[in-house]
């Protein structure tokens, strides 16, 4: 089936560090590939998304891009903030069951003064 | 402003007791979603409606019902609470179409204890 893994948190960073969150994917088919972030006490948020190979997703900063023959959506965002603490998921959409998301375990990013 | 709520933020049942977990969304969306969120193991889907009475289950559906009488509304219940159903629940709504994602929408969660 499918899955989705992501580097082990947590992750704790500088304010203006470079921040990478590692995501890789195993899927049947063409997923399309989402990171959602999750503040502290509320649901999750869409982030960014790619639906087929190449495309980069990108918002607030952060970006990523859908690599087919690495089988990877890794997160991106070259100067983080404070504002950034949050957990970050990883999720795919296979498109043969179009509504269900598969999830990563998540990654706690704290960003330090 | 889209809006996916839920009727309580945290809540603490004793083992055995009925539970019910209430969800509104006010998007007129098709589909609806009930996860569990547990600390390294990321969100698993229990339950997905995609119409009004029409339910599938996700990937953790034991334990777990679900009732969807009005399209803006999706119920969760725990027939008899036990202690492994400690968790975060959360409910999630999005449009439908056959070849396209629609973006799920979050509620807040709900934190449940059993005791």
């Known amino acids: 089936g499918d899955s989705v893994t992501q580097m082990e948190g947590p992750v704790t960073l500088s304010e203006e560090a470079f921040l990478t969150i590692n995501c890789t994917y195993t899927a049947t088919g063409y997923p399309s590939l989402f990171w959602y972030v999750q503040y502290p006490g509320e649901g999750l948020q869409l982030l960014l998304k790619?639906?087929?190979?190449?495309d980069k997703g990108s918002n607030k900063g952060f970006e990523a891009t859908y690599r087919k023959e690495t089988t990877s959506f890794h997160l991106e965002k070259g100067s983080v903030q404070v504002s950034d603490s949050a957990v970050y998921f990883c999720?795919?959409?296979?498109?043969?069951?179009?509504?269900?998301?598969?999830f990563g375990k998540g990654t706690l990013l704290t960003v330090n003064p | 402003d889209v809006k996916v709520t839920q009727s309580s933020r945290y809540l603490v049942k004793r083992t055995g007791e009925k539970v019910f977990l209430e969800c509104v969304q006010d998007?007129?969306?098709?589909?609806m979603f009930w996860y569990r969120q547990d600390p390294g193991l990321g969100l698993r889907l229990i339950y997905f409606?995609?119409?009004?009475?029409?339910?599938e289950k996700g990937d953790i559906p034991e334990g777990y019902s679900v009732s969807r009488e009005k399209k803006e509304r999706f119920s969760l219940i725990l027939e008899s609470a036990s202690t492994n159903q400690t968790s975060m629940y959360l409910c999630?709504?999005?449009?439908?179409?056959?070849?396209?994602?629609?973006?799920?929408?979050f509620g807040p969660g709900t934190r449940l204890t059993v005791t």
């Open positions: 998007m007129d969306h098709e589909n």
């Open positions: 409606s995609y119409d009004v009475k029409m339910k």
């Open positions: 999720a795919l959409s296979d498109g043969g069951s179009n509504y269900k998301l598969t």
């Open positions: 790619a639906t087929k190979a190449d």
């Open positions: 999630a709504s999005s449009l439908a179409a056959a070849t396209e994602f629609y973006e799920q929408y």
